[in-house]
């Protein structure tokens, strides 16, 4: 027997009722949203080493606390412009596939936890780049959240294959 109702439960195996936690970050003047659990650390990426023929959202490596990390832009990633000013650069930290990344954003925001039931899929007139990389949106009053795919957003292996 099951013991949840099966029209309770969300497409990823929680309870549409049970609360996700979101750290915020805006590219753009966009909010996305990283599940909680994918963060590791909050940091200025500073001192970026270049890497010959990577990708163009390979902004370069960079040295955080003794590990190696591959700075990953997400405002190329999602298509969109370079940012327009130089200086300082916020990134997250996030793990995949047993390799540090630092996923470069233009800010980064406060922790959210939503409501399963607020969770949407991704309109049908948003970009098909950004479609590919999110898990839906959250409405929020006056603002869209998307979510981000972390898996989908660092997933540079597969492309290359596709291509």
Known sequence: M?????????RDGRLSGDL??????MVADQMFGLPIDRVHDVFIASSLTTVPLSPPEIAGLLNLR??????????RRLGLT????AGDVMAVGLEH????YGLLVDSVGEVMKLSG???????VHMDPRWVKLSH??????????????????LAFDAEARAA
Do not use: C, M, W, Y
């Open 2 to 10: 099951i013991a949840a109702n099966q029209n309770d439960t969300a």
């Open 20 to 25: 996700e936690e979101f750290v915020t970050v």
């Open 66 to 75: 003794g590990r190696v990390v591959t700075a990953v832009d997400l405002r």
């Open 82 to 85: 370079d940012r327009p000013t």
């Open 97 to 100: 596939k047993g390799e540090s």
């Open 117 to 123: 039931e607020t969770h949407e899929p991704s309109p």
């Open 136 to 153: 839906g949106v959250h409405r929020l009053e006056g603002r869209l959240l998307i979510i981000l795919d972390v898996d989908a957003v």
